[in-house]
């Protein structure tokens, strides 16, 4: 079962999925595989021998341990999604967690900044370095197009076209969009790229966003320097870098965006995730971005 779970996160990982969510679904699939070292007397677990009263014996040791609904929901669909693995691939013939019963929990809403605050975040880089000035467009690209950090540090210069006032992700699953670039955004963007030469390096490609040394930011790397700026103006716990896009689609939403538009700009999958955020063409985007979007239509 181990070298599975190796390949399975593997092949997630040509997925375009974020370095958090791999090291989430490894940690739980671990975990999964030592509890059932239990039962099978610490000899190396095969697969074709789990059944579905195995995964409903983890659950319930968890819950007893105090776990909360939410955990053990992510936990079952992770090994759900990679007993669909097993069975794709032929390791086993039937998923045994096909019926389990995923545990209810309450949605909990993301932290949301205030337009406001936005406003005060990205203002907070230093124009006057290079470093600020390459943060600056870091933070507009995030709210202005709502992007998940893991798609910024694969953004390429190419991706980027100045003329349509877009950028083309490639998202989840390797699954690509056009997203709409705004106004304030392209011209962050456009000061960014004159000055890039001043990060290039050997250790270069075409990545828009480079570090220090000269190679592209990594996810974790964008997501660190964010993080000193958001500590500066969050007032609570909880904001994270994935609060600037969580308050583009809720600030979008919130000025009479179509949800649906907003679902292909965030690259959901489903209508319901989008709709998280309330209590088609590319002419039809740029569209509901123009209208709706709080940065879109500043004079340059």
Excluded: W
């Excluded at 056009?178 to 990545?207: C, H, W």
Aim: hydrophobic letters at 35%; aromatic letters at 8%.
């Amino acid at each position: 079962m181990k070298q599975i779970i190796v390949d399975y996160i593997q092949s997630l990982r040509s997925q375009n999925m974020s370095v958090h969510t791999l090291r989430a679904y490894e940690r739980d699939l671990e975990q999964f595989r030592e509890f059932l070292g239990t039962y099978f007397e610490d000899k190396e677990v095969k697969i074709k021998e789990i059944g579905r009263l195995y995964i409903r014996d983890f659950l319930r040791k968890l819950s007893n341990e105090g776990r909360s609904n939410r955990t053990l929901a992510r936990k079952a669909t992770t090994i759900r999604n990679f007993f669909d693995y097993c069975v794709k691939n032929k390791h086993i013939d039937i998923n045994p967690s096909m019926n389990l019963k995923i545990p209810k929990f309450e949605q909990k809403l993301p932290k949301v900044f205030s337009e406001k605050e936005i406003e005060q975040l990205i203002a907070i880089p230093d124009l006057e370095t290079k470093f600020g000035v390459r943060d600056r467009a870091i933070m507009e690209l995030i709210y202005s197009c709502g992007l998940r950090i893991s798609e910024v540090a694969e953004c390429k210069i190419g991706s980027l076209d100045p003329n349509e006032r877009v950028i083309r992700i490639l998202g989840k699953g390797k699954k690509i969009r056009v997203v709409p670039v705004g106004k304030d955004a392209m011209k962050a963007i456009k000061k960014f790229l004159s000055i890039r030469n001043q990060f290039y390096s050997e250790k270069s490609d075409d990545t828009i966003f480079l570090s220090k040394s000269g190679k592209p930011l990594t996810a974790d790397e964008i997501r660190q320097i964010l993080d000193r700026y958001i500590l500066l103006i969050a007032k609570t716990k909880g904001y994270s870098p994935h609060s600037i896009r969580h308050s583009f689609a809720t600030h979008m939403l919130n000025r009479g965006a179509d949800i649906r538009a907003v679902q292909e700009m965030l690259g959901h999958s489903n209508l319901s995730t989008t709709e998280l955020y309330t209590h088609l063409t590319l002419t039809d985007l740029k569209k509901a971005y123009d209208q709706a979007h709080p940065r879109s239509n500043k004079e340059d």
